[in-house]
C-alpha cells in the first residue's frame, strides 16, 4: 500500500457556504423546535415564545441572561466533551488517540480543538467515519432529549448550547463527506490532526 493523496478541507467559498448552509438549517431547526416546546406543541398559544407579556416577561429576560452566562463556559465545556467522544470511540476501535483544547483565556476564546492519533496510525475508512460522526450524533440525540424537559428556560438554554455545538460541528461533517466521496471500503486513512487526512489505497 503506498500514500495516495491528501485531503485538505480548504475553507474556501465552497465551503463557506455549506457551513453557513448547514448553520441556516440548525438555527432553523432550534427555533421550531424552541417555539414548539414553548406552547406545548401548539404555535397558537401565545402571542411570543409562550410568554404573556402581563406576567411572564421576566423570564424573558431572565432567559437572556441565561445565555449571556452560559455561552462561553457552556461552549468550552461542551468542546471538550466533543473532543472526548472522539477520543473515546477511537480508543474503543483499538486506536491510540488523545484530544487538545487550546483557550485564548484573555479573549475567553476556544483556539483550537483538535483530536490526535498515533503518529503512524492508519485508520479504516468506516472506522475513520465512525470516529467522525460520534459529536455529532451525540449532540442530535442529546437535542432530542433536552425537548422533553419540562422547564422551559432550562431546555431551551440547552438546547441553544448544543444547536452552537451542532453547528461547530460542520468541519466533521465536511470532512465525513470528503472521505465517503474519495476513499473506499477497503482504504485506511491517516489523519493529522489539522483537518486533513492522506488516503491510503487498500
Known sequence: MKD?????????????????AYAVIILAVGISIILLRANNGSLNNHPFLGIRL????????????IILIITIPGT???TYFHELIHRSIARKLGYIANFEVVINWKKLKIKEAVCHFGKEETIQRNKFVLILMGPLITFFSLSFIIFFIENFLLSVSAMFLIALKLIGCSGDLL?????????SR??????????????IKG
Open 186 to 199: 477497503e482504504d485506511s486513512l491517516k489523519y493529522d490532526g489539522n483537518k486533513s487526512f492522506t488516503i
Open 54 to 65: 402581563d406576567s411572564d416577561l421576566v423570564n424573558l429576560y431572565g432567559f437572556l441572561l
Open 4 to 20: 495516495n493523496n491528501r485531503i485538505k478541507l480548504k475553507d474556501n467559498f465552497k465551503e463557506k457556504l455549506f457551513k453557513n
Open 175 to 183: 470532512m465525513f463527506i470528503q472521505a465517503m466521496k474519495k476513499t
Open 76 to 78: 468550552i465545556i461542551l
